[in-house]
């Protein structure tokens, strides 16, 4: 296995794009699609997992995370479902990120709580600092209406 160039105690950033990430952005997309037609439609999450192929649960459970994170809201009732709270052009990326993982980025390196011994002085920081600020720009920079 090859050394790290930094230290055994180092990692890179690592931006990981999950399956809760990519279902999240198609559940949102359909619902960005009934606001643009229609306002703000409720949609019900068996419509949602039918029309994107994904499990019902798994559907339900990534709206429930999606509504925590105020970027869907819940109507209980024959009329009920899930709709945008906003426009899709207001809801950034990173929203739908930390909404559904919590963070954006995951980098022990960059982490104040890591207790890395080379965090002061560590030649590699310096640049996934400026990655990560790059990430985190066009993740905000980047709406749902982009998309």
């Known amino acids: 296995m090859p050394r790290h160039p930094f230290g055994a105690?180092?990692?890179t950033i690592i931006m990981k794009i999950t399956n809760k990430i990519c279902y999240?952005?198609?559940?949102?997309?359909?619902?960005?699609?009934?606001?643009?037609?229609?306002?703000?439609n409720y949609v019900s999450s068996s419509i949602i997992?039918?029309?994107?192929?994904?499990s019902k649960r798994y559907t339900?459970?990534?709206?429930?995370?999606?509504t925590l994170a105020d970027i869907v809201v819940?109507?209980?009732?024959?009329?009920?479902?899930?709709?945008?709270t906003r426009a899709?052009?207001?809801?950034?990326?990173?929203?739908i990120f930390e909404g559904l993982e919590g963070s954006a980025l995951s980098s022990r390196c960059l982490d104040k709580k890591s207790g890395c011994s080379k965090r002061s002085d560590c030649s590699g920081r310096r640049i996934w600092k400026k990655l990560e600020c790059e990430i985190l720009k066009t993740l905000t920079n980047t709406t749902l209406a982009d998309l």
Do not use: C, F, W
């Not at 899709?88 to 929203?95: A, E, G, L």
């Open 74 to 84: 819940a109507r209980h009732g024959s009329a009920g479902g899930y709709a945008l």
């Open 49 to 54: 997992a039918s029309r994107e192929k994904i």
């Open 60 to 66: 339900d459970s990534l709206l429930s995370l999606l």
């Open 24 to 40: 999240g952005l198609r559940i949102l997309e359909v619902l960005a699609g009934e606001y643009k037609r229609n306002g703000s």
């Open 9 to 11: 105690e180092h990692q």
């Open 88 to 95: 899709p052009s207001s809801i950034t990326v990173r929203d």
